[in-house]
């Protein structure tokens, strides 16, 4: 199985064969719109202004999991983030990145990559702290804005935890492109 296998839904809940995304660097991320690391929407843009031409694309999963920072519905949040952020990258339906629910893709994608990378900062363990009582596996996903790196040939290469900041993984993406 690889990742051109999943067929996920857009957020008018059409079917999306990843396979359309062959051959392009890809960055998933599971986002939330009221979280204090929503304002990364921005420099999500903004490598995507920058690197799209070049075969880059963002693959926005909204996520309600985490302190329910994602209560609207999946047209509400696209909507939202194009008219605050003005995000003009593929956001698809609303989706459970961790327990029963967790959708295939992102099982997938934490069977690839267990761990986040990145900095490890006092944001980190807020979030930690923030996310006690809940019931955590080893390789879920921490919280809102974890980032996982996809190559040209459809392979994780990396993961980053939710307080990197897209900027910091520039470098990254651009060794991919």
């Not at 003005?86 to 690839?112: E, M, S």
């Amino acid at each position: 199985m690889t990742l051109y296998d999943f067929t996920v839904k857009d957020t008018q809940g059409n079917n999306v064969s990843l396979a359309d995304y062959r051959g392009k660097v890809l960055l998933i991320v599971n986002t939330a719109t009221r979280c204090g690391l929503t304002p990364q929407y921005e420099e999500l843009q903004a490598m995507y202004d920058k690197y799209a031409e070049q075969g880059f694309e963002i693959l926005d999963f909204p996520c309600n999991q985490f302190r329910e920072q994602a209560p609207e519905s999946s047209e509400e949040i696209a909507q939202v983030c194009q008219m605050k952020f003005g995000t003009k990258f593929k956001i698809f339906d609303k989706i459970d990145v961790n327990g029963a629910h967790t959708a295939p893709l992102y099982a997938y994608l934490k069977t690839q990559k267990t761990e986040d990378q990145g900095n490890h900062t006092f944001k980190d363990l807020l979030l930690k702290l923030a996310s006690l009582g809940e019931k955590r596996e080893g390789s879920d996903i921490k919280w809102n804005f974890t980032k996982f790196l996809i190559n040209r040939n459809g392979e994780v290469v990396e993961r980053f935890a939710p307080s990197v900041k897209p900027s910091e993984i520039e470098s990254d993406i651009q060794a991919l492109l």
